[in-house]
Structure formats: structure tokens, C-alpha cells
């Protein structure tokens, strides 16, 4: 339903998972924040072509000896992207093993609508062809080869006659070891 509501901009707003009544983020790609009792968004930080980023912080206050002191500030640096997918789609950070995609491969799209969970490997080879048209597979002499990268080991996968046939290989190899 948010992902319906962003491709119509109807902004929603949700309170980002562990910074509850602090952060919120839109299904539009916007983070606003609710310290020192006022509103305010949040400018994204964007560096050389890479994503738009928030930073976030969150602090325990303790009180020593009637003193109030900032303690436990914990500072969490993510793209507003993973920031909308922890929000919206229940996505845990897994280091690369899953993975925050941008469906039309604009960077800058946050919208809930532009974006997927998947695997780390499906999200390098989605977008990547070669020469021939084809992800993982070569061309020797009249023949079609297809092979895939498995754990830092290329895997032969089998030989074709054509490289729709091997592209197909490919796929079905791809598919046993991303399940």
C-alpha cells in the first residue's frame, strides 16, 4: 500500500525502527526530525555520485551527582534508502548478503516504489551484459560457454550451441544458489 500511495506522492510518514519518536522517514525519500520539540527535515548528504545519506543520533541522557550528562551518543550514518527499507519493508542491514536496490538505477530515487529487497549477488549482475547481450556467458569458436562465480571460483557451467541456451544455463545456476 505505501509503495502504491509513493508512486501516487501521497506522503506517509513512519517512525524509523530504534529511533522511535526522534526520526521519521516518507515513503517519498524524506527524513524529518522531531529534537529539541520541533520539527525539522533533514538535507541529504550526497558526495560524488553516491546515494543520498541521513545521519542520525541518539543519546541516553544520565543524571551524575544532579548533573545532566550526554552519554551513549550513538551516531548511525546509512542511506535514506536503507533508512525507508528498515522503515517500510522490514529490511535488516545483513552485510551484503541482502541488499537495498534502486529499481531504475537512479541513485537518487528514494521513493518507496523504486526500491527492492535482494540479494547482494542478484543486484551486480541484474543491470550487467556483456558484449554478447548475455550475463556469464563467452563465446568459443562457434560454440557458446557458460560459467558463473561462486565463492571466488569460476564454475563451468556447460557448453551450448546457442547463447540463448547458455544464458538460460546461467539463469538456472544462478537460481539454485541464490535460493
Known amino acids: 500500500m505505501y509503495k502504491l500511495l509513493s508512486r501516487l506522492g501521497i506522503e506517509v510518514w513512519k517512525d524509523i525502527p530504534e529511533y522511535e519518536g526522534i526520526y521519521q522517514v516518507s515513503n517519498l525519500g524524506r527524513v524529518k526530525s522531531f529534537k529539541y520539540n520541533k520539527v525539522s527535515y533533514l538535507l541529504p548528504t ?13 543519546s541516553s541522557i544520565v543524571k551524575k551527582n544532579r548533573k545532566v550528562i550526554d552519554k551513549n551518543k550513538i551516531v548511525k550514518n546509512r542511506s535514506i534508502s536503507v533508512w525507508a527499507a528498515m522503515t517500510f519493508l522490514n529490511f535488516k542491514p545483513s552485510r551484503q548478503l ?49 560459467s558463473i562465480w561462486i565463492n571466488g571460483t569460476n564454475k563451468h557451467i556447460g557448453t551450448y550451441k546457442t547463447k540463448l541456451q547458455a544464458s538460460q544455463a546461467y539463469q538456472k545456476e544462478l537460481n539454485k544458489i541464490t535460493q
Open 46 to 58: 550526497i558526495k560524488k555520485n553516491r546515494y543520498a545519506t541521513a545521519t542520525l543520533c541518539k
Open 98 to 146: 541482502l541488499v537495498v536496490d534502486h529499481i531504475d538505477n537512479n541513485r537518487h530515487n528514494d521513493c518507496l516504489y523504486n526500491l527492492q529487497i535482494i540479494s547482494h549477488r542478484k543486484n551486480t549482475t541484474k543491470d550487467s551484459k556483456n558484449k554478447f547481450g548475455y550475463t556469464g556467458i563467452s563465446q568459443n569458436n562457434q560454440y557458446w560457454k557458460a
